[in-house]
């Protein structure tokens, strides 16, 4: 097995054909990973997401990691890590950038599940739509070749 480094545009072919990824915060010192669904405009990951505790450890800690892979087997796969910070989308300074969001998530069917989903207390149904903004990134790819 090879494994090669990936250049920055073959980093953002791979966030741009892919739409899971897992996001991974930390708050206090404690890592928490959970996937998410996202959209990539060619220069931040978009999401939309109910308040949980994501949400809330965003909002404390908006430094975030980003793990998009695409695998095949143990010895064929690609990963992306994308590092930056969370930022909301709201108020009068964000409505460009919503509107950006709204545009993405709509190229895709049921774009709003799986947050808009029922969620079970203590988590509220309130409709949060945030931008992961890139500060760097890099990937891998390994194959037999």
């Given at each position: 097995m090879i494994v090669h480094e990936l250049s920055e545009s073959a980093c953002r072919e791979i966030l741009g054909r892919s739409h899971v990824a897992r996001v991974a915060c930390s708050r206090q010192g404690q890592p928490y990973i959970v996937p998410i669904s996202y959209d990539f405009d060619g220069e931040a990951l978009y999401g939309f997401s109910t308040l949980g505790q994501k949400v809330i450890w965003m909002r404390e800690n908006p430094r975030v990691c980003v793990e998009v892979e695409e695998i095949d087997n143990r010895f064929q796969w690609t990963t992306v890590?994308?590092?930056?910070?969370?930022?909301?989308?709201?108020?009068?300074?964000?409505?460009?950038?919503?509107?950006?969001?709204?545009?993405?998530?709509?190229?895709?069917?049921?774009?709003?599940?799986?947050?808009?989903?029922?969620?079970?207390?203590?988590?509220?149904?309130?409709?949060?739509?945030?931008?992961?903004?890139?500060?760097?990134?890099?990937?891998r790819r390994a194959g037999r070749t």
């Open positions: 890590l994308v590092f930056g910070h969370y930022e909301e989308l709201r108020g009068d300074e964000h409505a460009a950038a919503r509107e950006r969001a709204r545009g993405l998530f709509e190229e895709r069917e049921t774009w709003w599940l799986p947050a808009a989903a029922k969620v079970n207390p203590p988590e509220h149904h309130v409709p949060i739509v945030y931008r992961i903004v890139i500060e760097w990134m890099t990937g």
